[in-house]
C-alpha cells in the first residue's frame, strides 16, 4: 500500500518535454522540503469543461513515508484504478475538497470558480500546509501560504497527481448522485460532459437547475 516514491525517471531525450518526468515524481515537494516548507500540498481540480454540474478541487498533503504506488494524473487512470488509488490516497493523506456550484461558474466564470474551489480546498485541510502545489498557470487568490503553478503539473507532481484522482473521482460520484436526481440526463454516463445524448436531452427536455447557463447550447447567441 505505501511507497516512499523518488521516482526521477525522465522521457527520453526526443521528447517534447525532455525535463518532464515519465510519471509523476516527489521532486518539487522534496525541493520544498529542503527550503524549510515542511508541509507541501498538491492542488488540482475536475470538471472545467462539463455542461453541467460543479467543478471540484481537492488539496492534499501527502505522507512521504506512506505514498500510494501508481499515483499519476487522474487522466491517465481507469476509472477502476482511480477509485482503488482515492481509498489508498483518503487512508493515508491529509486532504479536503470543496466545489464551486453552477451558479457561481455563472456568476464569475469558470476560471475563477475554479481558482476559488482550489483555494476553499487548501484553506480546509484539517492542518495547515506550508506550501502549496498548484496544478496549471495561475495561482488562487488569497492561499494562507507561499505557491507556485506548475503546467501541467498533475503529470509531474505526485501531490497534484493524488489531488486530480481525489477531485475527478469525488465529481464523477456526485455526478452519478446526481443522474438519481434527474435521469433524463444520463449524468451518470458522460458526468455533465456533452456527449450526444446529453444534448439531446437538453434539446428535448431543457435545463436542469445543474446547469451552466452560460455554457452553450444553454446560452444563445
Known sequence: ???????????????????????????????????????????????????????????????????????????????ARRSLLFDLIMASAQVSVASASAREIEATDIRAASLAAMRRALCALPVRADYALVDGRDIPVGLPCPARALVKGDARSLSIAAASIVAKVTRDRLMIRAATVYPVYGFDKHKGYGAKLHLKAIADDGPCPLHRMTFRPMRKG
Do not use: W
Request: proline content about 11%; hydrophobic content about 40%; some cysteine.
Open 1 to 79: 500500500m505505501c511507497e516512499l516514491r523518488r521516482n526521477m525517471a525522465r522521457t527520453p531525450p526526443d521528447s517534447l518535454f525532455p525535463d518532464y518526468p515519465a510519471v509523476p515524481d516527489y521532486r518539487f515537494e522534496e525541493h520544498c522540503v529542503q527550503d524549510g516548507f515542511r508541509l507541501v500540498a498538491g492542488l488540482d481540480e475536475a470538471g472545467r469543461g462539463p455542461l453541467a454540474g460543479p467543478v471540484v478541487a481537492a488539496a492534499v498533503i501527502l505522507d512521504p513515508a506512506c505514498i500510494p504506488v501508481g499515483l499519476d494524473d487522474s487522466k491517465a487512470l481507469t476509472a
